[in-house]
């Protein structure tokens, strides 16, 4: 069992940063593929990006990348996702999840889920 606790979630203006973090507990964090998505109102929860068990290869979204940077420290059992150059459309709940095999993309092969952030970028 692994559970997950997001932070730094917020109110931001367009173009702002924000980095949200993700703590771990339980059984070993790098035994786990850890990953970010989102869920905007009305809309199906969405991949946003991913780190490998060794934080050796990361994956990003098309609408995210070259503006967010997924981490992780396995000594401290976190993730985080930097966040620059928000847009209003990253306006989202923001979850991370934690995945011992499978497709990185697709939620459903997630094993464990955070609570989730709520991040708002206004215009």
């Known amino acids: 069992q692994v559970q997950l606790v997001e932070s730094g979630g917020g109110l931001v203006q367009a173009g702002d940063s924000l980095r949200v973090s993700c703590a771990a507990s339980?059984?070993?964090?790098?035994?786990?593929?850890m990953g970010w998505f989102r869920q905007a109102p009305g809309k199906e929860r969405e991949f946003v990006a991913a780190?490998?068990?060794?934080?050796?290869?990361?994956y990003y979204a098309d609408p995210v990348k070259g503006r967010f940077t997924i981490s992780r420290d396995n000594a401290k059992n976190t993730v985080s996702l930097q966040m620059n150059s928000l847009k209003p459309e990253d306006t989202a709940v923001y979850y991370c999840?934690?995945?011992?095999?499978?497709?990185?993309?697709?939620?459903?092969?997630?094993?464990?889920w955070g609570q989730g952030t709520q991040v708002t970028v206004s215009t």
């Open positions: 780190i490998a068990k060794s934080g050796g290869s990361t």
């Open positions: 999840a934690a995945q011992e095999f499978g497709t990185i993309r697709y939620a459903g092969h997630y094993d464990y």
């Open positions: 339980g059984r070993t964090f790098s035994s786990y593929t």
